[in-house]
């Protein structure tokens, strides 16, 4: 929009030729942002503080306010060519060319060469006006030779007088020659789709005087118009009022013509449409107002509205297309938009609780089942006012009568949780199934075979999120053989940190047709295969293979102190380590009286109760006296039922104890050789 506006001036620095950054108003003066606003065009003139560079022209304010683009140049100091202003500091003010002007000197009004003004309240020695606007002649102009109203894409108004004023148009009065013509020509052109209407009179009476032959090829509107009596000087003579025969009739009602359509019916009057191809009784049907009309073609029925557009179509296939001419189905709805409408509305007016619902049904000839609606989808309203819940209804019984509330199979809540099964999702998550049978609830992914299609295809369940950058999750996937040789498994997959968001989660773990849980691997961990196996299959339930052939942890154990054990292999071996490093201990102090706690030891033979093998080693209880911290557990001890906890030994904690005995047996056998080699000595051996 072009705006101009008092006191608008800002600072700006060296644009050179292309857009202007604007920097502030000067001190006392607005912002062009504040003056003219964001998006609106106006004059302007941009000057250097210090040199000699001027511009003049029009330019338009961006959407931020802070710029202004240089779109037409008026004048300049570049010989009316775009100035660049490549240095120093300019100023830019909303200007008022005086190329652009338009000003009075006394009764003349005076505006730029070549400008076009319109013709307003009286205006004289003007005598075009252009474009679309009105020209209001006030007194009383003499006009000769041909005035001409718009050109083929204009539209234009003649007004004579206002409200209260009667006015008079006379077109060749004076003209007594013979074989003179009048003739007022309306819409002549023949357009298709023009629309030519006369209209006479208004809510004031109206006099029609004819004196020749009136011809009326479209439909005439006219309001209080009467045929001519003995009495009424100046109406429609009888010779005259046969041209309205069928076109208008006594008593404010029209006739049915044979042809074209009828419009603008008031007051307590009908219309005879004529009923479908071959109806011998045409309907008729009551109007208080009809605005707009209906079409009747030998193949369809048309509502239209006052601008003459079809609305509503009713085809012989009794389809009804509502904004399509051409219905395809029953009831089909069209609006071309891309944005969310709302085209078509099912409306329960109860004051409480309701349901509004669409139903289905289809219908047979061979079931005395033919008109009971079977299924459908329904608003559920909490309350007057409140939310309320999508829902899904099939009634799958063979008996008569349409579905009801009780047959809801699923519904979407107010929150967007969704239930099948159940009428509370919301208690259970976002997206919950119940089966109210024994046999459980089944949510089934899958893909289809073709028959006899051989080869792995892949069920995938994705669990994570989407982005703008695309999805990041997990997924679990179901890998089935359709001819069933390898069996089928369930992976389990998730996405590397600081991978692409687009990448696809990469295999963690399955389980196999076997029922082995297998980590970093896809087949049982052998010495070509690395990974973990779990598995109650064969004799062997833990599997750990790696192709290193240095110290590899199989297993570590941590607790809240951090790795308290493991166990290795080295190329060779395996080793079980449990934790000792110095820098875990304190107190540290040499260990004495082995010998004798070794000497309490009741090292024993015996038969295991349940296959009766043979077995030697130490009883729990009695090694827990002498050295506790080879035994966990207690003595006879039982859980919550009744039934035993067992007690276990390591003997590995042995393992210090008996290595001090043999250092206090040495340093016996030691003391006792000395003895021996002094008395030798003495006797002379």
């Known amino acids: 929009m072009f705006t101009l506006a008092d006191r608008v001036q800002e600072t700006c620095a060296a644009p050179g030729t292309g857009i202007v950054t604007l920097l502030g108003a000067v001190t006392e003066y607005q912002s062009f942002s504040a003056g003219i606003g964001a998006n609106n065009t106006t004059y302007y003139t941009i000057a250097d503080q210090t040199g000699s560079n001027w511009e003049v022209g029009l330019g338009t304010i961006d959407a931020t306010g802070l710029t202004l683009t240089r779109t037409t140049i008026l004048a300049s100091s570049n010989a009316g060519s775009v100035v660049n202003f490549s240095v120093g500091t300019q100023n830019i003010w909303c200007d008022y060319p005086a190329g652009k002007a338009v000003y009075g000197t006394g009764t003349t009004l005076v505006a730029p060469s070549g400008t076009i003004l319109p013709v307003l309240n009286g205006g004289s020695g003007v005598t075009t006006s252009t474009g679309s606007g009105s020209v209001v002649l006030s007194a009383a102009p003499s006009l000769t030779g041909a005035v001409t109203i718009g050109t083929t894409s204009d539209t234009g108004t003649i007004t004579v007088g206002q409200s209260t004023v009667s006015q008079t148009i006379n077109i060749s009065n004076g003209a007594t020659a013979s074989g003179s013509t009048k003739t007022v020509n309306i819409g002549t052109g023949g357009l298709t789709g023009s629309t030519t209407t006369m209209a006479i009179g208004s809510t004031f009476s109206t006099t029609v005087a004819a004196n020749g032959t009136w011809s009326f090829s479209t439909p005439l509107v006219a309001t209080n118009m009467v045929q001519a009596t003995t009495s009424t000087s100046g109406y429609l003579t009888s010779t005259d009022w046969n041209t309205f025969n069928g076109k208008y009739s006594t008593g404010g009602a029209l006739g049915t013509p044979s042809s074209g359509t009828v419009t603008n019916l008031t007051g307590t009057a009908s219309i005879n449409i004529n009923g479908t ?187 994570g999120a989407f982005s703008a950058n695309g999805f990041l999750g997990c997924d679990i996937a179901a890998i089935t053989d359709y001819s069933n040789t390898t069996g089928t498994a369930l992976t389990f997959g998730t996405v590397s940190a600081g991978s692409p968001t687009t990448t696809s989660p990469t295999e963690r773990m399955r389980i196999d047709s076997s029922g082995n849980v297998l980590v970093g691997c896809t087949a049982v961990p052998s010495a070509s295969v690395n990974g973990l196996r779990l598995g109650a299959v064969g004799n062997n339930y833990w599997i750990s293979s790696t192709s290193l052939t240095t110290s590899f942890g199989h297993m570590l154990f941590y607790n809240a102190n951090g790795l308290v054990g493991s166990i290795n292999t080295s190329g060779t071996a395996t080793s079980y380590v449990t934790s000792s490093d110095y820098r875990l201990k304190e107190n540290v102090a040499p260990m004495v009286g082995a010998l004798e706690t070794i000497a309490q030891l009741k090292p024993v033979t015996y038969d295991w109760k349940s296959d009766k093998s043979k077995g030697q080693g130490f009883i729990a209880h009695e090694l827990q006296a002498v050295v506790p911290d080879c035994v966990t557990g207690e003595k006879d001890a039982i859980d919550a039922d009744g039934n035993p906890q067992y007690q276990g030994i390591d003997t590995s904690f042995l393992v210090a104890t008996l290595t001090c005995a043999i250092q206090e047996l040495k340093a016996i056998i030691d003391l006792q050789q000395t003895q021996i080699t002094a008395l030798n000595a003495k006797v002379g051996i």
């Open 277 to 463: 191809v071959g109806a011998t009784t045409p309907s008729t049907v009551a109007a208080t107002s009809i605005t707009a009309p209906i079409v009747k073609s030998a193949t369809t029925l048309q509502l239209q509205t006052n601008g003459y557009t079809t609305a509503v179509t009713i085809d012989a296939s009794q389809n009804v297309g509502i904004g399509t001419s051409s219905p395809s189905k029953k009831l089909e709805v069209y609006a071309a938009a891309n944005s969310l409408q709302i085209e078509t509305v099912i409306r329960n007016d109860q004051s409480g609780t309701g349901v509004a619902a669409i139903g289905f049904n289809v219908s047979s000839s061979a079931s005395s089942e033919t008109t009971s609606t079977k299924a459908g989808i329904g608003l559920q309203r909490g309350s007057p006012f409140g939310g309320g819940a999508l829902c899904f209804y099939n009634n799958n019984s063979g008996t008569s009568g349409d579905f009801t509330t009780a047959d809801e199979k699923m519904r979407i809540d107010a929150s967007g949780n969704v239930g099948i099964g159940t009428a509370s999702p919301a208690t259970f998550g976002k997206f919950v199934v119940i089966n109210n049978t024994n046999v459980g609830s089944e949510i089934g992914i899958a893909t289809t075979s073709g028959g006899s299609v051989s080869g792995s295809h892949t069920s995938i369940l994705r669990l």
